[in-house]
Structures are given as C-alpha cells and as structure tokens.
C-alpha cells in the first residue's frame, strides 16, 4: 500500500504560479509512476501529466503543456507539480496518483489516490 498526500493549493490570481507537492508514505515511493489529475466541478478527472518512476520521462496533457512541470525526488518520496502562467481554466481539485507497472494517462489505470487539493485560480 501507498498513502499520498497532496499539498500546495490554494487560492492564486491568472499568471500566478503555485507548487503542488505529494508526499508517499507505506511503501518505497520509486518504482512507481507518478501522475497528476484534476477535477474541476461538474466534471469528469482529467489527466494532467505523469512522471516515469526514475524521472527521465514525463508526459503532459496538452493544455497544460509548456505551463506545468511534474517531477519527484525519489530519496524524499514526493513529487511535485509546479503549476506556472495558470489560467481560471485550471481551477479544479488536483489528485496525485501512484501505479506501478507501464505509463497511463487514464485515473482507472493508477492504485493510489491522495485526497486532493483545491486550486483556484481567480480572474
């Protein structure tokens, strides 16, 4: 079992920049991918990148892409999502997610959920 923990959101104007974090405690954090989703109300999750086990690949939704960067340090067992230039369109609950096994950009592909974190990003 993997036990993660968001942090890092909050309330930021458009153009700000915010970093989440995801904490992972039970078992070791680094063979497994990392990713990052969000839920904005009234909607369905949505993926927003994922990070490969060792870091040396990463994939991002395209709306995010060139704005959000995911990474992780495997000896802290957290990974992160710096969130830069964000949009009101970016407003959602973000979820960090573990699987382990090959990459997916889909939530029914990960095992391990945090509770999320609410990001708002005011116009």
């Known amino acids: 079992q993997v036990q993660l923990v968001e942090s890092g959101g909050g309330l930021v104007q458009a153009g700000g920049s915010l970093r989440l974090s995801c904490a992972a405690s039970g078992r070791t954090f680094s063979p497994y991918i990392m990713g990052w989703f969000r839920q904005a109300a009234g909607k369905e999750r949505e993926f927003v990148a994922r990070?490969?086990?060792?870091?040396?690949?990463?994939y991002y939704a395209d709306s995010v892409k060139g704005r959000f960067t995911i990474s992780r340090d495997n000896a802290k067992n957290t990974g992160y999502l710096q969130m830069n230039s964000l949009k009101p369109e970016d407003t959602a609950v973000y979820y960090c997610?573990?699987?382990?096994?090959?990459?997916?950009?889909?939530?029914?592909?990960?095992?391990?959920w945090g509770q999320g974190t609410q990001v708002t990003v005011s116009s």
């Open positions: 997610a573990a699987r382990y096994g090959g990459y997916s950009v889909t939530p029914s592909g990960y095992n391990y």
């Open positions: 990070i490969s086990w060792n870091g040396d690949s990463t």
